[in-house]
């Protein structure tokens, strides 16, 4: 089991665009979550997918959206990007009920 | 008051010294993961606790629900054991996250 994968890696855009981040969750896991982490900072919720529908979201503005497909991964969209977006971007997934597992993350850069 | 609460936040240790992180949370946090971060590296899981006592290899964690209190014990710690160690709780109410602050560790040769 590879658990949660995150892609890419690391990614640089420059403002204005668009971005879309993928992760696939850890076999048997149908929820996911999505942190933001900038630099310095703890993790930020900013939604959770079960059963491909957003059921929560935290403080982020529409510019963030994300889907989930009906093999339980997920994809994190963001538009019109900012400096201020630049961070590490988390997927985590877990079973309905149960223990969290966290993916390694993907960097993003905005210049 | 934040919800889930660390301490200490900084942490330098010579190896081989036993350290301990504790954990307090507020009511309404059913669970606790134990998470580690190592410099711009993503976040590992190392426990999740809902009572009672885990242990793996060098890392032990405990957890007293009547206190709201955790602990994360490393044994005979390694340079390799530096990294920021986050507590987070789990708010079953609305299913979500709660991080704490994290404490950065040291280990020095």
């Known amino acids: 089991d590879a658990g949660v994968t995150q892609s890419p890696t690391h990614l640089i855009k420059t403002r204005g665009q668009q971005v879309t981040l993928r992760c696939s969750p850890k076999?048997?896991?149908?929820?996911v979550s999505w942190y933001q982490q900038a630099l310095g900072q703890g993790p930020q919720f900013i939604f959770q997918y079960y059963e491909e529908e957003e059921r929560q979201r935290g403080n982020f503005p529409d510019r963030f959206s994300g889907h989930q497909f009906p093999n339980y991964s997920s994809e994190l969209n963001v538009n019109a990007l900012l400096l201020g977006d630049s961070a590490l971007y988390l997927c985590?997934?877990?079973?309905?009920?149960?223990?969290?597992?966290f993916g390694p993350g993907t960097r993003l850069t905005v210049t | 008051k934040n919800e889930v609460e660390q301490s200490p936040q900084n942490l330098t240790a010579q190896e081989g010294e036993f350290i301990t992180i504790n954990c307090s949370y507020s009511v309404g946090i059913s669970a606790l993961h134990w998470l580690q971060q190592h410099p711009g590296g993503g976040i590992v899981s190392l426990f999740m606790l809902s009572s009672g006592k885990k242990k793996h290899g060098r890392l032990i964690a405990t957890i007293n629900i009547q206190e709201k209190h955790s602990s994360l014990h490393i044994t005979a710690s390694h340079p390799r054991d530096s990294a920021v160690y986050i507590c987070?709780?789990?708010?079953?109410?609305?299913?979500?996250?709660?991080f704490g602050p994290g404490t950065s560790l040291s280990v020095i040769p």
């Open positions: 987070a709780g789990l708010k079953t109410s609305y299913d979500k996250v709660i």
């Open positions: 985590a997934s877990r079973r309905s009920v149960g223990e969290q597992y």
């Open positions: 076999s048997g896991h149908d929820t």
